[in-house]
């Protein structure tokens, strides 16, 4: 980790930019602790006023966690802040389910058509490595989960924080929901075969850096695991109540 000096007016947005940028590369992680103020400040050739003003707005719009006594932590991005009042949707709203499927019919896609623009060599890798490990899962529970690694390295690869944390809350939703019958789905042979053979044209089309075809081939996978599980699945235009 390290700062580089501040040489324009408007300082303390500097400090915020560099910050941020770390997070987003990965250099800062949540529960990360930041060096003191003297510390940046020596670094970056600036006031500590200045660095004090970057933080007290980095926390507050709760990126930061300022503790007296103890130092500046970044603060944890887990998904509970996110999901408590979604898990609270599922258990009130009709047909919750088949409104997960909608979202993630529209998340996923656009997050595959993006990471074949976007992603690096290293992230295709990662996108890679997760499809072998899904292939090589000695368990239905653990190929599920790699499952649910291969979506969320894709949204990764996107370079937008902002879509990765819904597409974090939205997997771990539908993993909840609907795990059960997805190790169903990976239970049966065929069904198993066919989500390996979908998750691989997926990958291809990334690789290929061709957005429109990442983008159906995604669509196509999402469309045949809510056939697959649709038993409990109620069209959202349905009357049935």
Request: proline share 4%; hydrophobic share 40%; charged share 25%.
């Amino acid at each position: 980790m390290s700062f580089q000096p501040i040489k324009t007016k408007k300082i303390y947005e500097e400090i915020v930019e560099q910050l941020k940028g770390m997070m987003s590369r990965g250099d800062l992680k949540p529960g990360d602790k930041l060096p003191s103020e003297r510390e940046m400040s020596e670094s970056l050739g600036v006031s500590r006023a200045s660095v004090r003003e970057a933080l007290t707005a980095l926390e507050a719009i709760g990126i930061l966690d300022i503790r007296p006594g103890e130092g500046t932590f970044v603060r944890q991005t887990n998904i509970a802040e996110t999901f408590e009042p979604l898990a609270l949707v599922l258990a009130v709203e009709r047909n919750p389910a088949a409104q997960l499927m909608e979202v993630r019919r529209v998340i996923e896609t656009e997050c595959a058509a993006l990471s074949a623009q976007r992603a690096s060599n290293e992230q295709l890798e990662q996108i890679k490595i997760s499809l072998e490990m899904m292939k090589a899962a000695e368990t239905i529970p653990l190929a599920v989960e790699y499952d649910l690694k291969f979506h969320f390295t894709i949204a990764e690869s996107t370079q937008n924080t902002i879509l990765l944390r819904m597409m974090n809350t939205v997997a771990d939703l539908m993993h909840n929901t609907f795990r059960r019958d997805r190790e169903k789905l990976y239970s049966q042979p065929e069904k198993s075969i066919q989500i390996l053979q979908e998750h691989e044209a997926i990958y291809e089309a990334i690789l290929n850096r061709n957005p429109s075809l990442a983008r159906k081939k995604m669509l196509e996978h999402i469309n045949n695991i809510e056939n697959g599980i649709g038993a409990g699945l109620i069209p959202l235009n349905s009357n049935i109540s």
